[in-house]
């Protein structure tokens, strides 16, 4: 049985760490803000070398970043899903593709901590600074042998490849019975174990990193490196103490999304500061007329700055409602409802919507100066423009799903 947790008058579920010596929430997040000038000065390399640095890797370490949501009994904090949008934000605002790549390390801390406790020693005894990548979809279909399971093939999308020691890779489980369904989860590899194809050549989030894990012949994984996607949306994932903490009890695409979304937020909150910047220094030049001026003169600049400034605000505020308000369900000891479950799903895409849609408001008034390589804005634009298609956040498919259940129908998505 869920029961609630007795909690102190200033702990707020999420924002809040239940391990003692904890740095607080407001020294990781000063350590991010520390790191946006460094993030900013180096966001063209990071997309020419289509990767993020290990030594940016290194910093990430440094302040904590992969240790906010992970197990306390490997060295983590066990911070919630609000303290991870607080910090990933931060990063955002000085690169998206760093952001994108420390965002994944950090929440599949979170997801380890769901798997069998045999699983996270395996990860963790030796090096608990490891972290992990991972490739959701199921590309295969795993064979069931006598003490887990054997696949094969490849693995897209797997950011931040470069700077993972495991990965998580998405596959099929045969039926437990006869005439019964596959079921969708996660198997765990560590990098001995597979290769990495350099396919990652794209228009945005390049600095990424999001090769293929390539396994060219049958490899074998033990049981207890294996999850199900139905046993990360239970309530009681195999390797969590929900009850000691129960962060582990949300549904596993209730709050897992904000990794995600927390990128594209603070690309747009970024996008506002540098687009206020540009504003005080640029003079038009003025094809035919208008030049000599400033460009924070114009009144379509000034309007398109207000609308850029309201997205964001909508956007973070939504995203904060939503998840804070399912940490505190969890930690009542009740629970998530399809309702929530997929409001939040709706939130996700369109909290990332609402961030495009205010990049690319400012991006449509930078004019011919914008469009040069180092200037931050065209990158945010395009880096914006990528995350809002990600197929967890793309508003076609999502919306669909939440019409359709609204509407009383078999809702057909993620949730």
């Not at 400012?362 to 298609?389: C, H, K, T």
Request: overall charge neutral; hydrophobic content about 40%; proline content about 7%.
């Amino acid at each position: 049985m869920n029961m609630p947790i007795p909690l102190p008058p200033s702990f707020a579920p999420g924002q809040s760490s239940p391990v003692p010596g904890t740095p607080p929430l407001s020294q990781i997040v000063g350590a991010a803000q520390a790191l946006v000038p460094l993030l900013r000065e180096r966001a063209q390399a990071t997309e020419q070398a289509r990767r993020v640095s290990a030594e940016v890797t290194d910093r990430f370490r440094e302040g904590g970043f992969f240790k906010l949501m992970q197990p306390a009994r490997f060295g983590g904090y066990e911070y919630g899903f609000t303290a991870f949008i607080d910090v990933i934000s931060t990063l955002g605002r000085g690169c998206t593709s760093s952001a994108w790549g420390c965002s994944l390390g950090a929440i599949h801390q979170w997801m380890m901590g769901t798997l069998p406790l045999q699983a996270q020693e395996d990860v963790w005894g030796q090096n608990p600074d490891d972290i992990v990548c991972g490739s959701y979809a199921p590309a295969t279909m795993a064979e069931r042998v006598d003490g887990g399971y054997k696949v094969q093939g490849q693995w897209k999308f797997a950011s931040n490849v470069d700077n993972s020691q495991w990965a998580l890779l998405g596959v099929h489980f045969p039926p437990t019975e006869k005439g019964g369904a596959p079921a969708a989860g996660f198997l765990l590899a560590p990098r001995s174990d597979w290769s990495v194809h350099d396919n990652w050549h794209v228009a945005g989030q390049a600095g990424t990193g999001s090769k293929t894990v390539l396994i060219d012949k049958p490899l074998f994984i033990p049981e207890h490196r294996k999850i199900t996607f139905a046993e990360l949306s239970s309530g009681a994932p195999p390797g969590a103490d929900v009850n000691r903490n129960p962060i582990y009890r949300i549904p596993f695409l209730s709050a897992v999304p904000v990794c995600l979304v927390s990128p594209i937020l603070g690309t747009a909150e970024g996008a506002v500061e540098a687009f206020i910047e540009l504003c005080g220094t640029r003079v038009t030049r003025g094809a035919v007329a208008g030049a000599g001026n400033q460009l924070s003169q114009f009144f379509p600049v000034q309007s398109r700055l207000a609308e850029a400034s309201a997205l964001v605000d909508a956007a973070r505020l939504m995203l904060y409602r939503d998840t804070t308000e399912v940490e505190q369900i969890a930690y009542r000891g009740d629970a998530i409802s399809i309702d929530q479950r997929i409001r939040n799903r709706r939130d996700h895409a369109f909290t990332a919507k609402m961030s495009q849609a205010a990049v690319e408001a400012l991006f449509a008034s930078v004019g011919g100066a914008g469009l040069a390589l180092d200037q931050p804005l065209q990158r945010m634009w395009r880096d914006a423009n990528a995350i809002a298609r990600h197929i967890s956040l793309n508003w076609d498919a999502v919306s669909s799903m939440v019409g359709q259940h609204l509407l009383g129908l078999e809702p057909k998505g993620q949730y």
